[in-house]
């Protein structure tokens, strides 16, 4: 009797084995995709930071709800490109009263300043599988390039209008409206940016 509970034993191990080992090998394999997406997402998350900082200073148009905001990315930024003299004096900075931060913030404001945006590049998002994982986080993944591409999107048109800036041929009034479109398009960038760090960050959260 024993013998032969032995037997069948070994038989169900014989016929479970493969699919334990294939279970166990998609299971690693999707924990590395996660992390290396995860950290894909991380840098571009910090790097929207400082966008989201640099365009509604230049414009004039950061508080410090936003600032606190930008500086929760900061801080919980881990990669090898962390700026921490910056960060020490971005903290400084948003330690001031309201008065002096908005006299702090009115200095920094300058719509001659030419920004160079740079496109939002995902390379290892944009050729992974996203069906191996949850649906609330294939659909998250999925808003998180939707908001991408916008954000090239008005990249391209901001500097389409910087350029005619630049244009000899534009004067008085019509220089002012080009100079407006830029600003525009600027804080357009920025509010965009600061939902994708928003999806970015409930993307991070999710485990699976």
Not at 31 to 45: K, S, T, V
Not at 143 to 162: H, L, V
Request: glycine share 2%; net charge neutral; charged share 30%.
């Amino acid at each position: 009797m024993e013998q032969t509970l032995y037997i069948i034993l070994g038989w169900l191990l014989a016929l479970l084995s493969p699919r334990i080992i294939d279970n166990t090998k998609k299971l690693y394999l999707k924990n590395e995709i996660r992390d290396a997406l995860f950290c894909e997402l991380d840098e571009i998350r910090y790097t929207q930071a400082f966008v989201i900082y640099n365009l509604l200073t230049t414009t004039g148009k950061a508080d410090k709800n936003i600032l606190n905001r930008i500086g929760t990315v900061f801080k919980a930024y881990k990669g090898f490109y962390k700026d921490e003299e910056f960060i020490d004096k971005f903290n400084k900075f948003l330690i001031k009263d309201d008065s002096e931060l908005d006299t702090s913030l009115k200095g920094q404001y300058d719509l001659n300043v030419v920004l160079s945006l740079k496109r939002i590049y995902t390379p290892f998002l944009d050729t992974q599988t996203l069906s191996i994982f949850s649906p609330e986080f294939q659909q998250i993944a999925y808003d998180i390039k939707r908001r991408i591409r916008m954000i090239n999107e008005e990249i391209s048109i901001s500097f389409e209008f910087n350029m005619k800036t630049f244009d000899s041929s534009i004067i008085g009034e019509n220089h002012e409206r080009v100079k407006d479109n830029v600003t525009k398009s600027y804080v357009s960038i920025a509010n965009m940016s600061i939902n994708l760090v928003t999806s970015i960050d409930r993307l991070l959260k999710l485990k699976k």
